[in-house]
């Protein structure tokens, strides 16, 4: 079993930064493929930005520019470090490991981004 753990939300206004962290349970980190996604209430969870364990990403057209993803295979921890927020980014941010056929969420981070 993997837990995940993320940190680093919080109310920021438009136009500033936060950055996230997803703290992986095991070493074994290192070959899952690692994504941040991201909800708001009544709508379906959505990919913001995903980092395989070779550093290859991918991001969502809404974020490309403003948002990186990277990763520390000896912390078992990856990071979303956003930018340039604007109010509609506000929403829960997951993180996700995946190598199939195992999958594990985390419990989520709040983002709010508000004047």
């Known amino acids: 079993q993997v837990q995940l753990v993320e940190s680093g939300g919080g109310l920021v206004q438009p136009g500033g930064s936060l950055r996230l962290s997803c703290a992986a349970s095991?070493?074994?980190?290192?070959?899952?493929?690692m994504g941040w996604y991201r909800q708001t209430p009544g709508e379906q969870r959505e990919l913001v930005a995903s980092?395989?364990?070779?550093?290859?990403?991918l991001y969502a057209d809404s974020v490309k520019g403003r948002f990186t993803i990277s990763r520390d295979n000896r912390r078992s921890t990856v990071f979303l470090q956003m930018d340039s927020l604007k109010p509609g980014d506000t929403a829960a941010y997951y993180c996700?490991?995946?190598?199939?056929?195992?999958?594990?969420w985390g419990q989520g981070t709040q983002v709010t981004v508000s004047s």
């Open positions: 980092i395989t364990s070779s550093g290859y990403t």
């Open positions: 095991r070493t074994i980190f290192t070959t899952y493929i």
């Open positions: 996700r490991a995946t190598k199939s056929p195992e999958d594990y």
